[in-house]
Antibody, heavy 118, light 107 residues
Framework: EVQLLESGGGLVQPGGSLRLSCAAS????????MNWVRQAPGKGLEWVST????????FYTDSVKGRFTISKDNSKNTLYLEMTSLRVEDTAVYYC???????????WGQGTLVTVSS | EIVMTQSPATLSLSPGERATLSCRAS??????LAWYQQKPGQAPRVLIS???DRATGVAGRFSGGGSGTEFTLTISSLQSEDSAVYYC?????????FGGGTKVEIK
């Protein structure tokens, strides 16, 4: 069974940093395109970032370019999102999600809440 | 950026009724369109991929249609457990984009 378990969320001040983790089980990150999607409180879904299965190619939404970095550790089967220079508008539940063959998001984690506030 | 527009914003129907949700893309996405269901406090789950393919385990009352710029999600006979927000999403171009969602309420 495919499972994704996010962790690392919390309260951080504007300008601060946070690293999110997503532990995968039931499949290998080696063979998967992995993603972060966020949802601000009471709002819709927003794609944040994608990492290719070979870990070489990354994509980011414009609002996080230069501030967020997506990466993975295949030995730990874990996906990461390093977030720096955090802004109030980054407050959201962050989901990790798998995409088969650059298609739709077929499996999602339960999400981790990031709150950016002074 | 491909803008995805969903309508209506809210749909209020009785059990057993047919629900039709619309999703329009600002430019053609071919069939690279997925539909998700999200219930309060839960992560989204995929219902439909490549515009018309029902995901594993999804009830047969859910069906997707369309191509290019116009898409629909139909729930043939609403059940109480279908109360949720439904999102469409295109995956043909970067950035990946979602529609604003349609909230389905069961009377």
């Amino acid at each position: 069974e495919v499972q994704l378990l996010e962790s690392g969320g919390g309260l951080v001040q504007p300008g601060g940093s946070l690293r999110l983790s997503c532990a995968a089980s039931g499949f290998s990150l080696n063979n998967s395109v992995m993603n972060w999607v966020r949802q601000a409180p009471g709002k819709g879904l927003e794609w944040v970032s994608t990492l290719s299965n070979d870990g070489v190619t990354t994509f980011y939404t414009d609002s996080v370019k230069g501030r967020f970095t997506i990466s993975k550790d295949n030995s730990k089967n874990t996906l990461y999102l390093e977030m720096t220079s955090l802004r109030v508008e980054d407050t959201a539940v962050y989901y990790c999600a798998r995409r088969p063959l650059w298609s739709h998001f077929d499996n999602w984690g339960q999400g981790t809440l990031v709150t950016v506030s002074s | 950026e491909i803008v995805m527009t969903q309508s209506p914003a809210t749909l209020s129907l009785s059990p057993g009724e047919r629900a039709t949700l619309s999703c329009r893309a600002s430019q053609s996405v071919g069939r690279s369109l997925a539909w998700y269901q999200q219930k309060p406090g839960q992560a989204p789950r995929v219902l439909i991929s490549v515009a018309t393919d029902r995901a594993t385990g999804v009830a047969g009352r859910f069906s997707g249609g369309g191509s290019g710029t116009e898409f629909t999600l139909t729930i043939s006979s609403l059940q109480s457990e279908d109360s949720a927000v439904y999102y469409c999403q295109q995956h043909i171009d970067w950035p990946l984009t979602f529609g604003g969602g349609t909230k389905v309420e069961i009377k």
